[in-house]
């Protein structure tokens, strides 16, 4: 997982760099012979990792849509075969608003009625310095997946705020 995310940021900073092209090439090689890459898998941490291929796929490797595809349709697949942490559903999440839209398209609007309710509906604490680090993040993926429907696309550069009276989180989508 650490490997693919620094790949992606390194790629991200210098995509024309001819090393950051050779790594980003072997291991996208490197990846099609692995279980959580490339195949059906929804065991264990590979359940995890196929969904840090999804995002890295979604910065290096745009093109391979159907490879996106299959690492969404590996998480729809074995999403509810046990009771999983919270941070799955939302990296998952991350990686749809990360990419391009006509693949994720699909899976977004499934979403979008709850996506819609979180941002409009709901505060968020900030007691923490937990909360204080992860309650924001989770506020601008909502925002980043609903930003991509033309008819929300004005609420791209909105940012979070707390409210003074009750110190919570919050999103204005008037």
Same mark, same amino acid.
């Given at each position: 997982?650490?490997?693919? *995310? ?7 900073? #210098? ?20 279980? $959580? ?9 590979? $359940? ?9 796929? #979604?910065?290096? #490797? ?10 969404? *349709?590996?998480?729809?697949?074995? $999403? ?26 699909? &899976? ?5 009625? *709850? ?13 923490? &310095? ?22 929300? &696309? ?21």
């Amino acid at each position: 997982m650490y490997e693919l *995310e620094i790949l992606r940021l390194l790629y991200l900073f #210098a995509p024309e760099n001819v090393e950051v092209k050779n790594m980003v090439s072997e291991t996208l090689e490197r990846l099609k012979t692995t279980c $959580f890459g490339y195949r059906d898998d929804g065991v264990g941490e590979c $359940f995890d990792t196929s969904l840090v291929v999804l995002r890295f796929l #979604a910065t290096v #490797a745009q093109e391979e849509t159907e490879w996106m595809v299959s690492r969404m *349709e590996n998480y729809n697949r074995h $999403f509810g075969d046990k009771k999983r942490s919270w941070f799955s559903e939302w990296y998952y999440w991350l990686c749809l608003s990360e990419m391009p839209f006509d693949i994720a398209y699909p &899976e977004i609007e499934k979403y979008k009625d *709850e996506i819609r309710n979180r941002l409009i509906n709901r505060s968020y604490v900030m007691n923490s &310095e937990k909360d204080k680090q992860i309650h924001p993040v989770i506020l601008c993926i909502l925002r980043n997946l609903l930003s991509k429907y033309p008819e929300y &696309e004005y609420i791209k550069v909105r940012q979070p705020y707390v409210n003074k009276r009750d110190g919570r989180l919050y999103f204005d989508m008037s």
